[in-house]
C-alpha cells in the first residue's frame, strides 16, 4: 500500500501546507484530504509573564525567540489517528486512552468527530506521535533516548532531557513554553488575552460560555465569526457580544479555551526568577526541577476553565498550567512546531565509505553515488541531478525528461510540472521506458509554488 502526500503553499505570510493522501492499491486511487497549515513566527522579542496573579508568572521578563513555525489550529482527531496507524506498523506505541478521545457531543451533527481537537494524549503520546509524523514524510526526528541523538524515540514512557531533543532538525515538536506565549500573545503586550484583556463566551470555549458544547471541545477553529453563542441562564454572559472572528494576530485559532495544549517544558515554579539572560530557553532541566513532582507545562485553557480570579484566571495567556506526562485529560490536547531551519537533502542517508567510496543508501530511495559536480548515479533511476531538502521536497533532472518532482512520501511516483501529470517510475526501464502508468492529475494536483527550485 502506497500513501501519497502533497504540499502546496497557500499564503506569503503564512508556511501553510495541505496535505493530500492517498491510498493507492488500485487505480483510480481514494483521495480523501487532510488540511496542515502552519504560520511562521519570525524572529524577535517580547515580556513573557504577568504581574501580580500568579506567583510563578512573576516577574514579567524579556524573551527572545528564534523563528519558528507553528500549527494554526489544534490537532484535530483526523490528523492524530492518520499518523498514529502508520506508526503503530512500524514499531511506535501508545497508550490506550489514545485510541478512545472525546468528539462532538451526542447532541450536535453539524460537525464530525475528525474535525474536533485530540485529546486523551499523553505527554509523552504526544511527543512520539511528533517523531513519528516526521518519519512519515521524510523529516528528521526530534526526540532521542540518547544525547547522541541515535535512538529515535518511539516506545514507553522515557526522561527526555534538552540535551536529547535534536533543535536544529525541521521535524515536528512540541512548542517551548517561550514559543507558545510568543505565537499566542501575538502582537499584544501585557494582555490577558490574545485579543486583550477581557473575555466573554463569543470569544472563546470554557466553562459555561454559552456555546454548544458546554463541558466538551468545539471543532478546531470555531470561532470565525459563525460561531453560535447562546442566551442562557447557564451561561457567563455568552451572549453579551456580537461574533466576530477570533483568530489572533498571526492567524492562530483556539488559543484560549476550547484544549489547553501540551508543552516541551519541565514545570518549575521559580523558573522565570532563575532564568538567566534573555535568550531563548528550552525550559528547566528534569533534574533541577525543584518540584517534587515531576509536571509537565500545558497551556492556554480548557472547556473545564473559568475566568474567574478565585481560580487564577487560568484562562489567560500567562498562566502555567502542569499535569503529570503520563496522564491523559480530555480537556488537554496539543499543536505543533517545526524549527525554522533548511534541511539538507536526503539528510538521513547512510554513508557507505570506506565501504564504498562516495556511495550512500536512503531507506526510500535505495542506493546512490554522488559525485563532486552534484549530478547522483542511481541504481535504478540512472544519472539524476537532485536538489531540495531532507526527503520531503525533492526536484530531480532527469536528462530525458527535465524536471521533476517527489519525495518520501510520493516515491515511487513523480511529478512534471510542466505537464501537470504524475508518472510511476519501474524497475525494468528497458522493456518500458523510464516512465509509465500516467496519473489522472485531477485527483492529486492541486496546484503548488513550483518556483521554489
Partial sequence: MTRLIYYQNV??????????????????????????ELVLIEAGSFYMG????????????????????????????????FIADWAVQNGYDFSDSSTAPWGRPYWYFLEGKDNFPMNRVSWYDVIKWCNAKSEYVGRRP????????????????????????????????LPTEEEWERAARGKKYNKNYPWGSYIDGSQANYKLSGDPFDDGSSPVGYFNANQVIEE?????????EVPINMENDYGLYDITGNLSEWCWDWYDKTWYTNKNGSSAS?????????????YKVHRGGGYKDGPGMDEGKPLRVA?????????????????????????????LSENLDPVAKNWYHLDWLGYYYKSETGWVFHLELGWIYPTGEGSFDNWIYFPKTGWMWTAKFAYPYFYHDEMNQWFLSIQNQKEHGWFEAEINQSLYFWGRDYNKR
Fill in 11 to 36: 499564503a506569503k505570510q503564512a508556511v501553510s501546507y495541505f496535505y493530500f493522501l492517498t491510498t493507492a492499491i488500485s487505480y483510480p486511487a481514494t483521495l480523501f484530504a487532510v488540511q496542515e
Fill in 50 to 81: 504577568q504581574e501580580g496573579i500568579q506567583e510563578d508568572e512573576e516577574p514579567l521578563h524579556y524573551v527572545k525567540v528564534k523563528s519558528f513555525e507553528i500549527d494554526r489550529f489544534e490537532t484535530k482527531i483526523q490528523d492524530w489517528f
Fill in 142 to 173: 526530534v526526540y532521542f533516548l540518547d544525547s547522541d541523538k541515535t535512538q529515535v524515540y518511539r516506545q514507553g514512557e522515557s526522561v527526555i532531557r534538552n540535551n536529547m531533543v535534536d533543535w536544529n532538525s525541521n521535524g515536528y515538536r
Fill in 232 to 240: 442562557s441562564q447557564f451561561s457567563l454572559d455568552g451572549e453579551k
Fill in 282 to 294: 528550552y525550559g528547566p532541566n528534569y533534574s533541577a526541577s525543584n518540584s517534587g513532582d515531576k
Fill in 319 to 347: 498562566f502555567r498550567h502542569v499535569e503529570y506526562p503520563d496522564r491523559s485529560r480530555r480537556s488537554i490536547g496539543f499543536r505543533t512546531v517545526r524549527s525554522f531551519v533548511k534541511d539538507e537533502l536526503w539528510s
